[in-house]
């Protein structure tokens, strides 16, 4: 079976996007893997697939890009989530330590590995003056995420999402549009949480073992007294190494997980705030901006060195045969 990609057809890696819902503007459609196909093997390179029906046969070599997980893993649709394409795939990248662990031991195969949220350099922003105090990127949904973005507001401070809330500054803006924002403020506040509220869990619930993926240690057990804002499970965002590459400081969410230190070193590459304190980090840090830079400039040397998407096919790709 062969791919087509903008019309043309490829013995090396192909790339197949069929399917995807994700939004317009996701990371995801934005990392050109296709310029690699002819230094890769003969494989298919799969990224966000929503239906695995659609793969057709599991006679082929595919490799598959799960930038969604753990949250795939509570869909409405219960034959997805039972993890039924296991066997269709060759390879699977996953942004969850914990999920690739678990479904690695569940299946008794090492076909999931951990990897970091790539980011095509091609988009990297310029070095732009820093005229925003203050950045935030995402869904302002929960009552968590609501309370940063109040916060942040008392400052000169930019919030793209796709939420119609009073508080966003720019609504549903490009992918380039959005680096642009955030290479121009100083601090970029991101978290790496998900807050799971009574629908979620009960798809959750209905896969066997759930309770063996280490991201889930908070999730209550069916039946428990649920408070959705306390329900925590990690999720690496893309937003992370979005902030590192647009020269913006990381100031990232404290949590029970904290799995941005799989990646970034914290007070060398980062700066960690805790819930109740965002406030008083935040004026910390504007006071004493000119201290952080070095902070900023060590996030992005390593940015470019190691969490391109260059970096991923050379580390993770190129090699599959």
């Known amino acids: 079976m062969k791919v087509v990609i903008n019309g043309e057809e490829d013995s090396g890696v192909e790339v197949y996007q069929e399917g995807i819902k994700n939004y317009p503007e996701d990371p995801t459609r934005f990392y050109n ?4 196909k002819s230094l890769a093997g003969d494989f298919l390179l799969i990224h966000n697939i929503v239906d695995w029906r659609k793969l057709g046969t599991k006679n082929k070599k595919i490799v598959y890009l799960e930038f969604e997980e753990p949250n795939r893993l509570w869909v409405p649709d219960a034959s997805f989530n039972h993890i039924p394409y296991e066997d269709y795939f060759y390879k699977i990248f996953t942004i969850c330590p914990y999920t690739s662990k678990w479904l690695n031991q569940k299946y008794s195969n090492n076909k999931r ?7 095509n350099e091609q988009l990297i922003p310029k070095k732009n003056n820093k005229i925003f105090d203050v950045f935030y990127s995402g869904h302002l ?3 968590n995420i609501i309370e940063v973005a109040q ?3 008392k400052y000169n401070y930019k919030i793209v999402s796709h939420s119609n809330h009073k508080l966003v500054t720019d609504r549903s ?9 955030a290479s121009k403020s100083k601090i970029s506040v991101v978290h790496n949480l998900l807050f799971l509220g009574k629908d979620q869990l009960n798809h959750l619930y209905q896969i066997d073992g759930w309770e063996n993926n280490e991201a889930f240690h908070y999730v209550p057990k069916p039946g428990d007294d649920l408070k959705d804002s306390e329900v925590l499970v990690p999720q690496l965002k893309s937003r992370v190494f979005e902030a590192a590459f647009s020269q913006s400081l990381i100031l990232c969410r404290k949590d029970p997980f904290n799995i941005i230190e ?3 070193e ?3 590459e980062f700066i960690y705030y805790q819930e109740n304190e965002l406030d008083k980090k935040i004026a910390e840090i ?3 901006y000119n201290e952080y830079l070095p902070i900023v400039q060590n996030a992005y040397e390593k940015a470019k060195n190691k969490y391109t998407t260059k970096a991923f096919f050379d580390k993770y790709l190129k090699g599959v045969k």
């Open 286 to 288: 504007l006071k004493n």
């Open 113 to 119: 590995t951990f990897v970091f949220f790539p980011f």
């Open 262 to 264: 799989y990646f970034f």
């Open 33 to 36: 893997f296709s310029r690699f």
């Open 151 to 153: 916060t942040i507001s």
């Open 266 to 268: 914290p007070n060398k």
């Open 173 to 181: 803006v490009s992918y380039q549009k959005k680096l642009e924002i």
């Open 141 to 143: 949904r929960k009552k």
